[in-house]
Nanobody
Framework: QVRLVESGGGLVPAGGSLRLSCAAS????????MGWYRQAPGNQRELVAS???????NYKDSVKGRFTISRDNAKNTVTLQMNSLKPEDTAVYYC??????????WGQGTQVTVSS
């Protein structure tokens, strides 16, 4: 079993920055993918960014150039640096870890609110 604990959400004005962090603990395999999803009211949960244990990254088109995902494999942490935030970035952000193809774990979610 894997536990994911997020931190760093909050309220910021448009154009501001936030940094989300997620710490994973438990039975973690070295080969995995960690990432961040978000879900706004009335919308489906969507992938924001992901990073493999080898460092390959993938971003949602609308956040490219504004968000940066990184990880520390030794500490089993993943971070999402969010700059130039827009009101449409407002959502609950969830940390995610996938390993062994079929194991998927989620954090409890952290609220990000961007005011216009």
């Amino acid at each position: 079993q894997v536990r994911l604990v997020e931190s760093g959400g909050g309220l910021v004005p448009a154009g501001g920055s936030l940094r989300l962090s997620c710490a994973a603990s438990g039975s973690i395999f070295s080969n995995n993918v960690m990432g961040w999803y978000r879900q706004a009211p009335g919308n489906q949960r969507e992938l924001v960014a992901s990073i493999t244990s080898g460092g390959s990254t993938n971003y949602k088109d609308s956040v490219k150039g504004r968000f940066t995902i990184s990880r520390d494999n030794a500490k089993n942490t993943v971070t999402l640096q969010m700059n130039s935030l827009k009101p449409e970035d407002t959502a609950v952000y969830y940390c995610h870890l996938q390993q062994l193809r079929s194991e998927n774990y989620w954090g409890q979610g952290t609220q990000v609110t961007v005011s216009s």
